[in-house]
Nanobody, 118 residues
């Protein structure tokens, strides 16, 4: 089964950028749809972005135009480029993987903290 490890979180100011990486091991990421989720304190986890094997992407409305998801299949890694960050983007960001023909995410990373200050 695929294992996921996020990196690249940190503390930034409003308007700055961060890039999160999610490195996969144990399985080829070509077998999976990959997604980025986030959870703010006191809130439920929400889907931020997904990318299919063929590169089709989805972004939630509040990050469209600011965030971009991409994948490097040769490096078995998926990225989330986050620009023009806002305080409401603060949270723990998780990488997840699911099979193409399933809606259930079967693997999660440990999470990366992103904090955006005023």
């Amino acid at each position: 089964q695929v294992r996921l490890v996020e990196s690249g979180g940190g503390l930034v100011q409003t308007g700055e950028s961060l890039r999160l990486s999610c490195a996969a091991s144990g399985s080829d990421i070509l077998d999976y749809v990959l997604g980025w989720f986030r959870q703010a304190p006191g809130k439920e986890r929400e889907m931020v972005a997904t990318i299919t094997t063929y590169g089709a992407t989805y972004l939630m409305d509040s990050v469209t135009g600011r965030f971009a998801i991409s994948r490097d299949n040769d490096k078995n890694t998926v990225y989330l480029q986050m620009n023009s960050l806002k305080p409401e983007d603060t949270g723990i960001y998780y990488c997840g993987a699911r099979y193409i023909d399933s809606s259930q995410y079967l693997a999660w990373g440990q999470g990366a903290q992103v904090t955006v200050s005023q």
